[in-house]
Structure formats: C-alpha cells, structure tokens
C-alpha cells in the first residue's frame, strides 16, 4: 500500500512555503496541507526510477565537490576579469561525447556545468551521446577532454 505522505519532506516544505507566502491562519494551515499531500501524491506517480549510486563510491563526491567549487570560483575571477578589461576572446560552442546516460548522472553534470560562470548546457542529443556546451572563452583549451576528466569520471565513479 502507497504511504499518505510519499515525500514528507517535499510535503513540509509546501506547507511552510505556503504559510509564509500567506498569513497564518487555521485555515490556510489546511489549504495548504491539501496542496502539500496532492503535490506529494502528483510527485510519486510521476518519479522517475531513483539514481543507483556506489556506496564505496560516495568518497569520490568530497573531491568532486571541491574541484567543482575551485572552478566556480575560477571562473567567476576570468570572468570578472574579461569583463573589466573588456578583452574579447572568441566564445562558441564545444561537443563534448560522453558515457554518463543516466537522468540522475546528466541533471548533476548539467548543474555544474550551468553553476560554472562560462560556460552553458546547451542540449544533449541522446543518440550520439553528445552534450552541447557554450563556452565564454575558447582559449585553446581541450574542453571535451577537460570536461571528461574532472566532471564525468568521478560521475561515472559515483553512480552505477
């Protein structure tokens, strides 16, 4: 039998979200419990198959998560940079072949790669197994291979 609450969490959150984007009232408090148990129930029927994530993997995310927030912060400086001094380096789009398949693998590397000042997803084509990113400066850089080897290897190491 399906639980009442599928995504507890996600069902709290609605509420507090609803309280505090309404005045708190009795009434309210239900209104947007209601919300909360039909948004939770709508999320359940519509949840994709969950990620397969490596246990004896879960170490690679600390380093990944490190590396991740150093080109953040890399990219955020040239950027500033570029835009100071007004320089202007050639931009344009890379084609990057990748192994990753999963939604949940491909939703992580898009989210760094978007986070990453840039450089942009632009669109993934699933047959080839090529992603498409924008890239701010094209510098003679080997994106493709930049881009495998920090991001997608300890993705492919994380997620089964």
Not at 143 to 150: E, G, T, Y
């Amino acid at each position: 039998m399906k639980r009442l609450l599928p995504h507890p969490v996600l069902s709290l959150a609605l509420v507090l979200m609803w309280l505090l984007l309404t005045r708190f009232s009795l009434g309210q408090l239900l209104l947007g419990g209601a919300v909360a148990l039909v948004a939770g129930r709508a999320l359940a029927t519509i949840e994709p198959e969950g990620p397969r994530i490596r246990l004896g993997a879960l170490w690679r995310v600390v380093p990944l998560t490190a590396v991740v927030f150093a080109d953040i912060l890399k990219s955020n400086l040239l950027v500033a940079r570029r835009i100071l001094r007004g320089a202007r380096a050639p931009s344009g789009f890379v084609r990057v072949p990748l192994r990753l398949r999963g939604p949940m693998p491909l939703a992580v590397l898009a989210l760094i790669l978007t986070a990453t000042p840039g450089s942009a997803w632009m669109s993934w084509d699933e047959e080839k197994g090529e992603l498409l990113v924008h890239v701010l400066e094209l510098d003679g850089t080997d994106w493709p291979a930049l881009i495998r080897d920090r991001y997608e290897a300890p993705l492919l190491e994380i997620f089964a």
